[in-house]
């Protein structure tokens, strides 16, 4: 474990929402309890539907759910943990527990950038319909003074003809 991997982790379960402080000292020495922690509200977090039996008060039942969350986490997400690096429950659980915590923030960026090309996008089909009713507004006033222009183009050709005609009289 090494100091930079310990800091990642800590701000990516940060970012997820996770309610507890995890200090910078907290995998100094083996906290099972908090690891185990971790993992459920990881594994729950990932699939909330999923039913991970949470005892782990004896040894036995620290395997058993370990070996739980390893199975769950190689089937449904394709990463593949140490179990025996998780139950030691200091520094090198941290690599572990990183690798579902990283994929979780990975998809949560995703998610977050998508939303936000959704808004660029429907703030950018908005704008192309303002602009699309001001180009016909301005299409019907060309058209318009087109119109207006060719009379008096004609009335323009006309003139002389009426004037030598009034002139001659």
């Given at each position: 474990?090494?100091?930079?991997?310990?800091?990642?982790?800590?701000?990516?379960?940060?970012?997820?929402?996770?309610?507890?402080?995890?200090?910078?000292?907290?995998?100094?020495?083996?906290?099972f309890?908090l690891?185990?922690?971790?993992?459920?509200?990881?594994?729950?977090?990932?699939?909330?539907?999923?039913?991970?039996?949470?005892?782990?008060?004896?040894?036995?039942?620290?395997?058993?759910?370990?070996?739980?969350?390893?199975?769950?986490?190689?089937?449904?997400?394709r990463?593949?943990?140490?179990?025996?690096?998780?139950?030691?429950?200091?520094?090198?659980?941290?690599?572990?527990?990183?690798?579902?915590s990283?994929?979780?923030?990975?998809?949560?960026?995703?998610?977050?950038d998508?939303?936000?090309k959704?808004?660029?996008?429907?703030?950018?089909?908005?704008?192309?319909?303002?602009?699309?009713?001001?180009?016909?507004?301005?299409?019907?006033?060309?058209?318009?003074?087109?119109g207006?222009?060719?009379?008096?183009?004609?009335?323009?050709?006309?003139?002389?003809?009426?004037?030598?005609?009034?002139?001659?009289?």
């Amino acid at each position: 474990m090494s100091f930079r991997e310990l800091r990642t982790f800590t701000e990516i379960m940060r970012s997820l929402g996770y309610q507890r402080l995890i200090s910078m000292e907290s995998f100094r020495t083996p906290n099972f309890d908090l690891v185990s922690d971790i993992l459920n509200w990881l594994v729950h977090r990932y699939d909330p539907l999923l039913q991970i039996p949470f005892e782990v008060s004896t040894e036995h039942e620290r395997v058993q759910f370990l070996k739980l969350v390893a199975q769950v986490m190689y089937t449904k997400a394709r990463i593949k943990l140490n179990k025996k690096k998780l139950y030691s429950a200091d520094g090198y659980a941290v690599k572990e527990l990183l690798k579902i915590s990283s994929l979780l923030y990975g998809s949560m960026r995703r998610n977050a950038d998508d939303a936000e090309k959704a808004a660029q996008s429907d703030f950018s089909i908005a704008a192309k319909l303002n602009d699309l009713k001001l180009t016909r507004t301005l299409a019907s006033e060309i058209t318009g003074q087109v119109g207006t222009t060719c009379c008096l183009v004609a009335l323009v050709c006309r003139l002389p003809r009426h004037l030598s005609h009034h002139t001659t009289h």
